[in-house]
Structure formats: structure tokens, C-alpha cells
């Protein structure tokens, strides 16, 4: 069954994709747009981001880091966006016909 509305912004969910998430008042299903300002999700793709990438980032990078001096380059290596994708595609919802 597909909900109505987005739970945040009230924009009618009918033909676009839904994301749904755990709140204190229970499920309740996001348009793609409110689903990427989420603060749950985002403080939880922050704090995956910072984790993983940092090991990735070791890992892929240990030879630069080693190296002095650092560059900026190294900075935007870490991944958020890997973290923040898989966090909705987790939260995605498949409409039953």
C-alpha cells in the first residue's frame, strides 16, 4: 500500500519513488527529496562516512599520507555519498500492485 503524502513536505507521493524511515510516531514514508535531508540518515551516513572512509582513504591513500605535505586532494576522498546511498536504498519502498 502507498502512502498518501510525504510525512514531511505533504507533496502527494503517487508516481514518485518512496523512501520510508523509523520515527517516534512510527513509519512514515518521504519523498526522495525530504529522504535526503532526513537527520537520522544524514547523521548516520556522516558517522558511516568518517568510519569507513577513513579506513578506505588509509588504505587507498597510505603511501600519500605518509608523504608530506598533504593536499587538499585527500579531503573529498572520503565517502559520504557511498554511505548516504546506501542508506536509501535500504529505505526505499517497492509498491505492492
Same mark, same amino acid.
Do not use: F, S, Y
Given at each position: 500500500m502507498r502512502p498518501g503524502n510525504c510525512a #514531511?513536505? /505533504?507533496e502527494a507521493?503517487?508516481? #514518485?519513488?518512496i523512501f520510508q524511515f523509523q520515527t517516534p510516531r512510527g513509519l512514515a514514508g518521504m519523498c526522495f527529496g525530504c529522504a535526503v #535531508?532526513? %537527520?537520522?540518515? &544524514?547523521?548516520?551516513s556522516?558517522?558511516?562516512?568518517?568510519?569507513v572512509? @577513513?579506513?578506505?582513504?588509509?588504505?587507498?591513500? /597510505?603511501?600519500?599520507l605518509l608523504a608530506q605535505p598533504w593536499? /587538499?586532494? &585527500? &579531503?573529498?576522498?572520503?565517502p559520504f555519498i557511498? %554511505? @548516504?546511498? /546506501? %542508506?536509501l536504498g535500504t529505505g526505499r519502498v517497492t509498491p505492492r500492485t
Open positions: #514531511r513536505c /505533504g507521493l503517487e508516481e #514518485r519513488p #535531508r532526513h %537527520a537520522p540518515m &544524514l547523521k548516520r556522516v558517522l558511516i562516512a568518517l568510519v572512509g @577513513t579506513l578506505l582513504t588509509v588504505i587507498n591513500q /597510505g603511501d600519500v593536499t /587538499g586532494a &585527500l &579531503l573529498w576522498k572520503i557511498v %554511505a @548516504t546511498i /546506501g %542508506a
